[in-house]
């Protein structure tokens, strides 16, 4: 009885945990020989590719009402610091900005970004699955992404409130983030980030970042509990432990 | 004489590498525990160094007008953005002398976000282009 109550269980378990990777075949291996080159270290370059569009409408995202009073209201809050003073990883799309370099990995039906700040992994799902109708709400939201013509697009739900669509601008339930990556020269990837959120936004809001790759680097651990001495309350106080 | 011109590390374009570098700082926290429109030197003796996530610590004995030698603490920069950039753990070590450029801590207290320093004839700057692309 026991036995078959557990099995029971283990076969719904299974239906909920679809869908799932497929075994690879020395085809879908050698299928990843086919795509653009993103192996290796890619850190952000900072003074060149800015956000926004040249000669386009002033960069920053274009709110609506409400959530232009959202924002009025956190800034008027006037805490010294984010959570980030405390090493809570600041999550999507934030995570993609940070001055530390990343790492692509490729793999059949999946490609996978390693992120040296906070040491935070992302999974884009490439295998055909379809976005959750209902998605968890997490930090790096769930990606699914597909080849277009040499670029990689990548299609993320279903985000944690605790992250932000801008500085000091929360996102609704239904923001929704799409990255192409694209090999722009050998060794330079840029990635367009447009955010959509029908809640938030009156306009999509794109932003571009220009890429090197390091082939000489590698990714480091960033564990920043080690000896983190900054903080922020509560109340959004900031504050420093200088105690030796 | 200005002590920052001299040593090995070229310090041309270090407003922009500073503009750099407070961009990056600003990836974990503000900088509101900081005095920003304040630039201030000190001196003394290294104690402890601190090679470590998410920003490095130089542990600073300072001896105060009083006679009194007093513990200051610099934060820089993490050592990986600073590992890529020339750094190394022992670019500063226990019992060396060093003047240090800071922005001091608010309310007095003795510590600071460190601008650049020089230990001997060394330079050392916070930012700057990586190592693999200078």
């Known amino acids: ?244 | 004489m200005n002590i920052w011109s001299s040593g090995r590390l070229v310090i041309a374009g270090s407003i922009a590498a500073l503009a750099l570098s407070t961009a990056t700082l600003s990836a974990h926290h503000s900088f509101a525990a900081f005095d920003m429109s304040k630039e201030q030197t000190i001196t003394g003796v290294v104690s402890r160094f601190d090679w470590t996530n998410p920003h490095t610590f130089i542990w600073v004995d300072v001896v105060n007008e009083k006679g009194v030698t007093e513990t200051w603490a610099i934060e820089g920069m993490s050592p990986n953005y600073l590992g890529r950039r020339g750094w190394s753990k022992t670019s500063v070590k226990p019992g060396e002398k060093i003047t240090v450029s800071i922005r001091p801590l608010k309310e007095g207290k003795t510590g600071g976000m460190f601008i650049r320093a020089q230990i001997g004839d060394r330079v050392l700057m916070p930012t700057g282009a990586p190592t693999d692309e200078r």
């Open chain 1, 1 to 244: 009885m026991k036995l078959a109550l557990a099995a029971a269980l283990a076969i719904s378990l299974a239906a909920q945990q679809k869908p799932t990777l497929k075994v690879p075949t020395e085809a879908d291996w050698a299928a990843i020989a086919k795509l653009p080159d993103f192996t290796g270290v890619w850190e952000q370059t900072f003074g060149g590719g800015g956000r926004g569009r040249a000669g386009g409408p002033p960069a920053g995202p274009q709110l609506t009402p409400a959530y232009a009073e959202k924002r009025r209201a956190i800034v008027a809050k006037g805490a010294e610091d984010k959570e980030t003073a405390n090493c809570l990883p600041p999550g999507m799309p934030e995570i993609m900005g940070q001055p530390y370099p990343m790492e692509f990995l490729l793999t059949p039906g999946q490609v996978t970004i390693v992120i040296e700040a906070y040491s935070q992994v992302r999974h884009i799902y490439t295998d055909g699955r379809p976005l959750p109708d209902d998605p968890e709400e997490r930090f790096f939201g769930t990606s699914i992404g597909h080849w277009d013509n040499g670029t990689l697009v990548a299609e993320t739900v279903g985000f944690s409130p605790q992250t932000e669509l801008a500085p000091n601008v929360p996102h609704s339930g239904r923001m929704k983030i799409v990255e192409r990556f694209t090999l722009t020269a050998p060794d330079t990837m840029s990635i367009e980030t447009t955010i959509t959120d029908p809640e938030a936004l009156t306009a999509p809001f794109t932003s571009t970042r220009t890429l090197r790759r390091h082939r000489a680097w590698t990714i480091a651990e960033y564990i920043c509990e080690e000896n983190n001495r900054n903080s922020v309350d509560d109340n959004g106080k900031a504050g420093i432990n200088i105690r030796k």
